[in-house]
Structure formats: structure tokens, C-alpha cells
């Protein structure tokens, strides 16, 4: 499975560097959803996005995959460019990937930022409806009840172009791509195992998050051998889009405390 990714200079240039900042996105969206909050990150590091299956420049798959089989597409792509360690931040399914490299490749990630994300996310059954439902009639179908988990009221008043823009990605993901990452969200569940990470994570919440309440991130990061959490008021799951300049602060902090 290929992940496609893109920096902030040309990939060769990566290569060796120490300074590698990989940024996750989260399902249904693509790597611009980084665009405004890497302008605040630190000039210093090196910044490494990439997309889902079937998502932005990724090309679309057909056999079924799990979060651990995106973990290893990261790894895959950060050996490709000769990224040997590297910090790590992620959105949802992106902060699950990130939750996941820390637990099957603690010496590759120096500190990971699961951001409003989880070491499990809903029931099975409901994933696999979803998964149903968009073999059936695309993604489309979702867009306007994901508005609310995704944004704030406020936010969607004051940035309605940036919220259809973003519900846009969800409409243009590949049905079948899609499909199967429902089916992987379904059998994700690592709970069990966080006690098992040591690599320092900083767990970030969104207060107005219904997707991953802030109740529930702090029960996750108390689990955590070397866990941290935060919360961003005022923010619902798509955080580092309505608060791109604190969400950087957050990581510049991260990445400056472990590179």
C-alpha cells in the first residue's frame, strides 16, 4: 500500500535529516488540511504530509487494510526518503496511525500528537454499516451530519467557504478506499496496550469535540506510560483547522521538548 507524501522542500532533500516533522490527516480529508497550520510551525524542521488510501494523491486500493498496515505504509515511506526517526502528528485516524507507530516502532517516533483522536473510535457495527453505505452511495451522502461533528457552530459562521471546502474532500475520496477504511476503524481497538508506549505522547482534545470527547482523552492519556494531554477551547474534531496557530504552538512545543 503506498502513501503518497509531500514537504515543505523536495523529498530527496529529506533524506538523513534528524529534523522531520511527519503530519498525519485525518479520515476524509487530505494533506491541505495542514496548509495554514504549517505556516506556524517551526521554520527550523522539516515537514512531511501524506494522504490516506484513496484520498488526495494517494492512489485508491481494493484489498482491505488495517490502522497497523498504515503505520507500516508510514514507516515504508519515511525509509523511502531516508527518514530513519522522526516526530509525528495526526488528526483522528491520522492520530491513530500516530498512536500505533508509537506502540509497533517506538524507535523510529520521538513524540507523538494524537489529535483528536483515539486508541478505538465507536462500534464495529457502525463502521461496517458505513462502510456498506458508501459502497452503495458514495460519501456524499455523509457530508451535511458530518458538518457538526467536525465543526463548531461558531466556526461554521465565521468560515463557511473553509468548511465546504474541507466537506469537499470527503465528497471527492475514493467510495471503495473509503469503504475499507471504515472496516479498518472497525477492528481498530489498542486500548489494552497503551500502558505498553513509552514513547512521549501528547494527547490534544478539542472541548467541543463529540467525536472524542475530552473526557474520554484524558481517560486514554492517564493510560499512557509517558502520556500529557491539552485541551483547545472552543474547537470541535477538525481542531487544527479551526485553530491552526495553536495547534502549531502545541507542536513546536512537542517537537522542541524530544527532537
Not at 529534523?19 to 522539516?46: C, R, S
Not at 508510514?74 to 506502540?103: E, Q, R, W
Not at 483528536?116 to 464495529?124: L, R
Not at 458505513?130 to 451535511?144: H, I, K, M, P
Request: charged share 20%; net charge negative.
Amino acid at each position: 500500500m503506498k502513501l503518497v507524501g509531500s514537504s515543505n522542500l523536495p523529498l530527496e532533500q529529506l533524506e538523513g535529516s534528524s529534523k522531520v516533522v511527519i503530519l498525519g490527516p485525518g479520515f476524509g480529508t487530505t494533506a491541505e488540511m495542514w496548509d495554514v497550520a504549517q505556516k506556524h510551525l517551526n521554520p527550523e524542521m522539516y515537514y512531511l504530509r501524506f494522504d490516506l488510501p484513496g484520498h488526495g494523491l494517494s492512489p485508491a486500493v481494493t484489498e482491505a487494510f488495517t490502522v497497523e498496515d498504515l503505520a507500516g505504509a508510514v514507516i515504508d515511506l519515511a525509509d523511502s526518503l531516508g527518514i530513519n526517526s522522526f516526530c509525528y502528528a495526526g488528526v483522528s485516524l491520522g492520530g491513530a496511525i500516530g498512536l500505533t507507530l508509537a506502540l509497533k516502532y517506538p524507535k523510529r517516533v520521538k513524540v507523538v500528537l494524537p489529535i483528536c483522536s483515539a486508541p478505538k473510535f465507536g462500534d464495529t457495527d457502525s463502521w461496517i454499516a458505513r462502510a456498506q453505505a458508501v459502497r452503495e452511495n458514495g460519501t456524499a451522502q455523509f457530508a451535511e451530519s458530518t458538518k457538526d461533528r467536525w465543526f463548531s457552530k461558531r466556526f461554521q459562521e465565521r468560515k463557511p467557504e473553509l468548511v465546504e471546502q474541507t466537506l469537499q474532500m470527503l465528497c471527492s475520496v475514493d467510495r471503495e478506499s473509503y469503504a475499507l477504511g471504515c472496516e479498518a476503524l472497525a477492528s481498530y481497538d489498542i486500548t489494552s496496550e497503551l500502558q505498553e508506549i513509552s514513547v512521549p505522547v501528547m494527547v490534544v482534545a478539542g472541548e467541543l469535540d463529540p467525536v472524542v470527547p475530552y473526557a474520554r482523552a484524558l481517560e486514554y492519556s492517564q493510560q499512557l506510560g509517558a502520556g500529557s494531554i491539552i485541551e483547545v477551547l472552543g474547537v470541535a474534531h477538525q481542531a487544527v483547522l479551526e485553530a491552526p496557530e495553536v495547534l502549531a504552538k502545541h507542536i513546536n512545543y512537542s517537537v522542541r521538548q524530544n527532537k
